[in-house]
């Protein structure tokens, strides 16, 4: 599977567990850190562990489980590495807070069919 299908694999998994404002960014050769970002939010500390919970589960199920995984003691943030995909779920105040949609404006925003959009 390639990083931008687990892209998008994972953006399903997120709205199809009701993740808010789903973003997916293309950061090849803006960053060491990652290829792409997929961040999301999260209503309550309920659905945020929902939402890491079922990513890792399903991504595992299609052989691209998690490297390494941060922040899920912490109600607020969450941090999935998938290799070439990093995924970040936040409470909405906490994304509001931290600002990567802002921090990364200039990267190439990856189209993806969402609930909300359609």
């Not at 290829?35 to 399903?58: N, R």
């Not at 390494?68 to 105040?93: T, Y």
Request: glycine share 6%.
């Amino acid at each position: 599977m390639t990083d931008l299908e687990k892209v998008h694999k994972l953006a399903e998994i997120l709205d199809s567990k009701k993740g808010r404002n789903i973003i997916a960014l293309d950061l090849k050769g803006a960053t060491i850190i990652s290829d792409y970002f997929v961040i999301c939010s999260a209503g309550s500390p309920a659905q945020m562990h929902a939402l890491y919970e079922a990513a890792c589960e399903e991504m595992a199920k299609i052989d691209s489980p998690p490297v390494r995984s941060e922040g899920m003691k912490n109600p607020d943030w969450a941090l999935v590495d998938f290799g070439g995909v990093m995924l970040h779920i936040f409470s909405m105040q906490m994304r509001d807070f931290y600002g990567l949609d802002n921090l990364w404006a200039e990267a190439e925003k990856i189209e993806i069919n969402t609930i909300d959009e359609v």
